[in-house]
């Protein structure tokens, strides 16, 4: 059975830094697409940023700048790095690893950003 496993989250004041990983276990992770999506509150899921198989990689407008998406096959990783964070940014974070019609979710991880 396929694992995401997200760490990393947290509460941090605003201008603060994050690291998100996802650990991905049974699976062939360098054959997929590493997502990182977030859902706020009375909100919708939103797409945060993707790296492809490849390494071609995408990041949400609003997080441009801030934001970085990497992984490392090696260790079945993947990573969000997150610098300048606003109170906006808050949400529970998710990983996903997708191919094809296939794809996978990790349980989240809460971010909070509050002075």
């Known amino acids: 059975q396929v694992h995401l496993v997200e760490s990393g989250g947290g509460l941090v004041q605003p201008g603060g830094s994050l690291r998100l990983s996802c650990v991905a276990s049974?699976?062939?992770?360098?054959?997929?697409?590493m997502r990182w999506y977030r859902q706020a509150p009375g909100k919708q899921r939103e797409l945060v940023a993707s790296?492809?198989?490849?390494?071609?990689?995408y990041v949400l407008d609003s997080v441009k700048g801030r934001f970085t998406i990497s992984r490392d096959n090696a260790k079945n990783t993947g990573y969000l790095q997150m610098n300048s964070l606003e109170p906006e940014d808050t949400a529970v974070y998710y990983c996903n690893a997708a191919r094809y019609r296939e794809e996978h979710w990790g349980q989240g991880t809460q971010v909070t950003v509050s002075s």
């Open positions: 049974n699976i062939l992770f360098n054959s997929y697409a």
């Open positions: 790296v492809t198989s490849g390494g071609a990689t």
